[in-house]
Nanobody, 129 residues
Framework: QVQLVDSGGGLVQAGGSLRLSCAAS????????IAWFRQAPGREREGVSC????????HYSDSVKGRFTTSKDNAKNTVYLQLNSLKPEDTAVYYC??????????????????????WGQGTQVTVSS
């Protein structure tokens, strides 16, 4: 049974940093797309970053490019999202989302933040002005 556990959210002032973690269990993330989505009240869900576990290729939304960095630790079966230069508009619940490669390669899911089947429980990030 695949389980994703998100952690690391919190309250931070504008300009601050946080690091989110997504720990996977029940599966080895050997050929997966692992993304971070966020959802703020009254706003559409937004894909912000994605990484392919096999080769570490990354994708970012324009809204976070240059401020957020996603990375992976294969030994820990964990993916991270480093959030720097945070802005109040980054306030949202952040979800780790993942999809294994199969007929469609993980790069397909990452490039367009395509539909993914496995979701973490979410972690709240709040940025105060």
């Amino acid at each position: 049974q695949v389980q994703l556990v998100d952690s690391g959210g919190g309250l931070v002032q504008a300009g601050g940093s946080l690091r989110l973690s997504c720990a996977a269990s029940g599966v080895t993330l050997d050929d997966w797309a692992i993304a971070w989505f966020r959802q703020a009240p009254g706003r559409e869900r937004e894909g912000v970053s994605c990484i392919t576990s096999r080769d570490g290729a990354t994708h970012y939304s324009d809204s976070v490019k240059g401020r957020f960095t996603t990375s992976k630790d294969n030994a820990k079966n964990t993916v991270y999202l480093q959030l720097n230069s945070l802005k109040p508009e980054d306030t949202a619940v952040y979800y780790c989302v993942a999809q294994p490669g199969g007929f469609l390669r993980p790069h397909y899911y990452c490039s367009g933040f395509g539909p993914m089947g496995y979701w973490g429980q979410g972690t709240q990030v709040t940025v105060s002005s």
